[in-house]
C-alpha cells in the first residue's frame, strides 16, 4: 500500500451483473470500505457513474467542494467520506468490470506523475490478465 493512500479496494462485477462491488480492501477501515463500496452501473447523476460508464479514470481532490458535493453518492458520503480519491476503471472491451479506487481521508491525494503512471500500468496490467483469462 503506498503511503500518499489511506485505503485502498479492488472491486468487481457482482454476480448479479448489476453492480461493482468490494472485493479486495487495505487500509485501516479495510473491512467498512470493502462492505460499502458498491457502485450500481445502472444510470446515476454521480462521478461514479460517470466514471464507469466512460471507463474514464477520475481524481477527485476535494469531495467537499461546491462544484462537486452534488455528484457524490450518498452510499459514499455516508459509508467512506473520504476527502479524495482516485478511480481507475478496468474494462474488457467497452464493458467495465473493475476498478481500482484509492482514497486519501482527510486531505487531496498529492499524486506524482510517476507514481500515478505506475498505478496506471498496474491497472493496465490487471486489465491484460484479466482479457487474457477471459479469452481461454
Known amino acids: ?9 479492488i472491486s ?3 454476480p448479479s451483473g448489476k453492480e461493482l462491488v468490494g472485493r479486495i480492501a487495505l487500509g485501516p477501515h479495510a473491512e467498512r470500505n470493502k462492505t460499502a463500496f458498491r457502485i450500481p452501473l445502472a444510470f446515476a447523476a454521480d462521478v461514479f457513474h460517470l466514471a464507469v460508464s466512460r471507463n474514464a479514470d477520475l481524481l477527485i481532490s476535494d469531495t467537499s467542494a461546491e462544484s462537486i458535493r452534488s455528484r457524490i453518492p450518498a452510499w459514499y458520503a455516508d ?3 473520504a476527502r479524495s480519491f482516485l478511480l481507475l476503471p ?7 468490470v473493475a476498478v481500482i ?3 486519501k481521508l482527510d486531505g487531496p491525494l498529492l499524486l506524482s506523475q510517476q507514481t500515478l503512471g505506475l ?4 491497472r493496465n496490467q490487471l486489465a ?6 477471459s479469452s481461454n
Open 90 to 96: 478496468i474494462a474488457l472491451g467497452r464493458r467495465t
Open 128 to 133: 491484460l490478465a484479466l482479457r487474457q483469462t
Open 119 to 122: 498505478i496506471k500500468a498496474l
Open 101 to 103: 479506487y484509492a482514497d
Open 79 to 81: 459509508r467512506i467520506g
Open 12 to 14: 468487481t462485477i457482482a
Open 1 to 9: 500500500r503506498a503511503r500518499c493512500f489511506n485505503g485502498v479496494v
